[in-house]
């Protein structure tokens, strides 16, 4: 039976959104080619009609997910990303969260192509929270983004150490109350109270 055009590209996208998925959860190195084509319904031997190579989907995968991540950021102000980012749902949410946390440290290790898109993606996170953390009127351009890769590094530094907890430690509950606080605390006074 032969697949139209809408179909094939809807494959391709439910493929990408399931790696998406299944690479922030197990890591790039954790999820074959196989389990994940299995995983979205299809057979191994579909993979390569739709991508050149495992590296392709990691890096339009993350692109998937980094978007998600903006959109998601883009409804929150400051205080208000701090508090849905550090906290244990996310923490235990990693298929759904965030991609920074999840694949950071696996995305330093591959192409260039996959941490270009990584770039990107923290690159437009930081200037979309940036233009929104609180500032002084007299404050210098750019004051605002300078403050948000501190919090970003923090809240994603949060997420990792906690995640890297077994789930029933209170270390794993400690990092991520300790952090938000003073994240929250460290805002200018108006700010920090939407705690």
Not at 153 to 172: E, F, K, Q
């Given at each position: 039976?032969r697949v139209?055009k809408?179909q094939?590209?809807a494959n391709r996208e439910h493929?990408v959104?399931?790696?998406s998925?299944?690479?922030?959860?197990?890591?790039?190195?954790g999820v074959?080619?196989?389990d994940?084509?299995?995983?979205a319904?299809?057979?191994?031997?579909?993979?390569?009609?739709h991508?050149?190579?495992?590296?392709d989907?990691m890096a339009?995968?993350?692109a998937?997910?980094?978007g998600?991540?903006l959109t998601g950021?883009?409804?929150?102000d400051v205080?208000?990303f701090?508090?849905v980012y550090?906290?244990r749902e996310h923490?235990?949410?990693?298929?759904d969260?965030c991609?920074?946390?999840a694949?950071?440290?696996d995305?330093?290790?591959?192409?260039?192509?996959?941490?270009a898109?990584?770039?990107?993606?923290?690159e437009?996170t930081?200037?979309?929270?940036g233009?929104?953390?609180?500032?002084?009127p007299?404050a210098?351009?750019g004051e605002?983004?300078?403050?948000?890769?501190?919090l970003?590094?923090r809240?994603?530094?949060a997420?990792?150490?906690?995640?890297?907890?077994p789930?029933?430690?209170t270390?794993?509950?400690e990092?991520?109350e300790?952090?938000?606080?003073?994240?929250?605390?460290?805002l200018?006074a108006?700010n920090?109270?939407a705690?």
């Amino acid at each position: 039976m032969r697949v139209t055009k809408a179909q094939a590209q809807a494959n391709r996208e439910h493929i990408v959104e399931t790696a998406s998925e299944l690479f922030r959860e197990r890591g790039f190195d954790g999820v074959g080619v196989a389990d994940l084509m299995a995983a979205a319904g299809f057979t191994h031997g579909g993979f390569y009609k739709h991508f050149a190579s495992k590296a392709d989907l990691m890096a339009e995968a993350s692109a998937c997910s980094l978007g998600k991540s903006l959109t998601g950021a883009q409804a929150l102000d400051v205080p208000g990303f701090i508090n849905v980012y550090v906290n244990r749902e996310h923490r235990d949410g990693r298929g759904d969260g965030c991609t920074m946390a999840a694949l950071g440290g696996d995305a330093a290790r591959q192409s260039d192509e996959v941490r270009a898109t990584f770039a990107e993606g923290i690159e437009q996170t930081l200037q979309t929270l940036g233009d929104k953390y609180p500032t002084a009127p007299e404050a210098e351009a750019g004051e605002g983004g300078k403050k948000m890769i501190d919090l970003r590094s923090r809240a994603v530094g949060a997420s990792i150490l906690s995640r890297a907890c077994p789930d029933d430690s209170t270390l794993a509950d400690e990092i991520l109350e300790v952090c938000r606080a003073q994240m929250l605390a460290s805002l200018p006074a108006d700010n920090a109270d939407a705690e």
